[in-house]
């Protein structure tokens, strides 16, 4: 049973230019949350997402950032005209759908470093 | 005020010793507890959940809820070098928190 997957593990952008990265939930796991960690600092929970229905994006800023959850394939995480500041780790994690239940336990993925020259 | 709160640190312990990390939550509409380990450069890694009031075991590792205080801890017996890490604390309500990290040096 594969863990969470993301995609690149390092991208590197210019500024201007567009930044797309991938997540793919563990298997049976329906929601998928973004995070953000900057050197030395902690998570900054971004946007919380269930398959074709985004259900807090509470945490993305409100410009140039964008997420979705397609019906099939990845959950992909995009950043327009990035900006040296958006240089940071990118984290994914996955949970199970729990019917009436609390959010539950979430499973990370190995990160997208992205940097922006 | 922030909904997880941690000492950021640096904790230095012995090896050998007991480490003791602590956290508190503003939301007392929590109902699960976690705590996640971090790795410099690495992603977090889940260590124990907790739900109910009380004391949870799990090989070295004792997590302790009391909900009424609104504080959950970490305790690490016989602490080694590879325990050092950042130990994150999170709790759910309606979304996820996650504190900011509590930085652990186990001394050789």
Request: contains cysteine; aromatic residues 12%; hydrophobic residues 30%.
């Amino acid at each position: 049973n594969a863990g969470v997957m993301q995609n690149p593990r390092h991208l590197v952008r210019r500024r201007g230019q567009e930044a797309r990265l991938r997540c793919s939930p563990m298997k049976g796991h329906s929601h998928v949350y973004w995070y953000r960690q900057l050197p030395e600092e902690g998570l900054k929970f971004m946007v919380y997402l269930q398959k074709e229905n985004i259900i807090d994006e509470s945490g993305m800023p409100k410009e140039r950032f964008s997420a979705e959850f397609p019906k099939e394939g990845p959950s992909i995480l995009r950043i327009q005209q990035v900006v040296r500041g958006d240089s940071a780790a990118y984290f994914c994690a996955s949970s199970p759908y729990i019917t009436g239940g609390p959010v539950d336990t979430q499973y990370f993925g190995p990160g997208t470093r992205l940097t922006v020259l | 005020q922030k909904e997880v709160e941690q000492n950021s640190g640096p904790l230095s312990v012995p090896e050998g010793a007991i480490a003791s990390l602590n956290c508190t939550y503003s939301d007392r509409g929590s109902q699960s507890f976690f705590w996640y380990r971090q790795y410099s450069g690495k992603s977090p890694e889940l260590i124990m959940s907790i739900y109910s009031n009380g004391d949870k075991e799990d090989g070295r590792f004792t997590a302790q809820l009391n909900k009424a205080s609104q504080y959950v801890s970490l305790l690490i017996r016989d602490s080694q070098p590879s325990d050092s890490a950042t130990y994150l604390c999170a709790t759910t309500g309606n979304q996820f928190y996650f504190g900011t990290g509590t930085s652990l040096t186990v001394i050789p």
